[in-house]
């Protein structure tokens, strides 16, 4: 992060465009949220960010639990986005404390359902035996093509690609 005067605006909004100059546009959207929500946390709580105290992160945390009903992922981002934008300001001149890394919820990933070999031949005898060309193929492939249940399910036309290759369209 380069450095900026203590004068210089220390909103979100300009983090944000300093984060664009280094970082992917969505990053610098998504740790905007997580400052605009630190200073949202601080102001709700009456926190002055130049005296927090040492566990503020961790409160913030909570808050973003309980408060914004936020999940895990995007609490780790929020809270990843609040240390980088009080980093930034500090390297900006402001004199603010260092705060210690915050305990983040844990992510539980779930296994994937997927069909048993029984469910699965269920599913080809019904897709030959019920639906006709072209759309058989397609169903008869879907279990091959590494999509969760809830993708094949939202799968619409438009999101298809269909191009033509020598003549032919795939």
């Known amino acids: 992060f380069r450095h900026l005067p203590v004068a210089t605006d220390v909103s979100p909004d300009a983090f944000r465009a300093h984060l664009r100059t280094v970082a992917a546009k969505s990053t610098a959207s998504k740790y905007r949220e997580g400052a605009a929500a630190f200073n949202a946390y601080c102001s709700s709580k009456g926190i002055d960010i130049r005296r927090a105290p040492p566990g503020v992160l961790q409160g913030f945390i909570a808050w ?29 001149g402001e004199p603010l404390p260092i705060f210690e890394r915050a305990d983040l919820p844990k992510v539980v990933v779930r296994e994937a359902k997927r069909l048993t070999p029984a469910e699965l031949s269920r599913f080809l005898l019904s897709v030959n035996e019920m639906v006709g060309e072209p759309y058989r193929m397609a169903l008869i492939l879907l279990p091959y093509c590494g999509l969760r249940s809830s993708e094949h399910i939202e799968l619409r036309l438009d999101s298809v690609v269909v191009d033509q290759v020598d003549g032919r369209r795939v």
């Open 64 to 92: 973003l639990s309980t408060e914004r009903s936020l999940g895990p992922s995007s609490i780790a981002v929020m809270h990843n986005g609040a240390r980088k934008y009080l980093e930034w300001r500090r390297k900006g």
